[in-house]
C-alpha cells in the first residue's frame, strides 16, 4: 500500500513555543490530507481535511488559529500547534488520500507524540 | 450528531478462536466503511473496508459484515492469534472524504 510518513515520531516542548508536525506522501500524490488528534484510551477525532492549495476545513471545535495547517504540495502537509500547552498533549495522526474521489481508502502516518510541559 | 460507536470497549478470546467486534453507525448515508487496527504507538492499520451495496466481504481471516438495516457493522477475525492484539476501530466515510472514528475495542488474546 501507499506510504505515509510523519516527522517527528515524538517531540517534547516547552509551554508557550509552537511544534511543527510534517506528513509526508512518500510514492503517491496525497491530492487530501487529514489530521487527527488521539488522547489516551480515545479514538482518533477528525481535526482538519486539507487540499493542496487551498484553506484547510475545520472540524466544530477546533481553533484553526491554534492548528495551522499548510498543504503546499501534493506531498506534504505540516501542522503547527502554535503556543502550545500541556492539554494540547496528543497523539497526532496524519492520513492521506491519492484520488479526487470520495469513499477510498486512506493511508495513515505512524503519528506524532507530542508533549508539552 | 453524526457518530460510530462500539457496543464493547474490550474483548477478551483464547488464541485459535474466532473474534468478533461489532460496531454502529448513525448516519444512514454513509456507503463506505472501514475497519482498521491500531497497535500501542502506532498509526492505524488498515484490514477491510465495504460498501453500502455489500453485505459482506471477506480478506485474509477477517470478514466484514454490513447490516444497513440496522446499521451495523462487525469484524470476524478466524482462528485468533497473539499478534492480532490491538485496538480494532470501525469508521466511516461521511460526505464522501472525511474518514469518522467510532469508540474502539481492544482485542486481547490468551495464550
Known amino acids: 500500500g501507499a506510504v505515509v510518513s510523519q516527522h517527528p515520531s515524538w517531540v517534547i516542548c516547552k509551554s508557550g513555543t509552537s511544534v511543527k508536525i510534517e506528513c509526508r506522501s512518500l510514492d503517491f500524490q496525497a491530492t487530501t490530507m487529514f489530521w487527527y488528534r488521539q488522547f489516551p484510551k480515545q479514538s482518533l477525532m477528525l481535526m482538519a481535511t486539507s487540499n493542496e492549495g487551498s484553506k484547510a476545513t475545520y472540524e466544530q471545535g477546533v481553533e484553526k488559529d491554534k492548528f495551522l495547517i499548510n498543504h503546499a504540495s501534493l506531498t506534504l502537509s505540516t501542522l503547527t500547534v502554535t503556543s502550545a500547552h500541556p492539554e494540547d498533549s496528543s497523539f497526532y495522526i496524519c492520513?492521506?488520500?491519492?484520488?479526487?474521489?470520495?469513499?477510498?481508502?486512506?493511508?495513515f502516518g505512524q503519528g506524532t507524540r507530542l508533549t508539552v510541559v | 450528531g453524526e457518530s460510530v460507536g462500539l457496543h464493547l470497549p474490550t474483548l477478551s478470546v483464547q488464541e485459535g478462536d474466532n473474534s468478533i467486534i461489532n460496531c454502529a453507525y448513525s448516519?444512514?448515508?454513509?456507503?463506505?466503511f472501514i475497519w482498521y487496527k491500531q497497535e500501542s504507538g502506532k498509526g492505524p492499520q488498515f484490514i477491510i473496508d465495504?460498501?453500502?451495496?455489500?453485505d459482506k466481504r471477506q480478506g485474509q481471516r477477517v470478514t466484514v459484515l454490513l447490516n444497513k438495516t440496522v446499521k451495523h457493522l462487525s469484524l470476524q477475525i478466524a482462528a485468533t492469534q497473539p499478534g492480532d492484539s490491538a485496538v480494532y476501530f470501525c469508521?466511516?466515510?461521511?460526505?464522501?472524504?472525511?474518514?469518522?472514528f467510532g469508540a474502539g475495542t481492544r482485542l486481547f488474546v490468551k495464550a
Open positions: 469508521a466511516e466515510n461521511t460526505g464522501g472524504f472525511k474518514t469518522i
Open positions: 465495504i460498501r453500502s451495496n455489500m
Open positions: 492520513s492521506a488520500t491519492g484520488t479526487a474521489n470520495a469513499n477510498t481508502e486512506a493511508f
Open positions: 448516519n444512514s448515508a454513509s456507503d463506505y
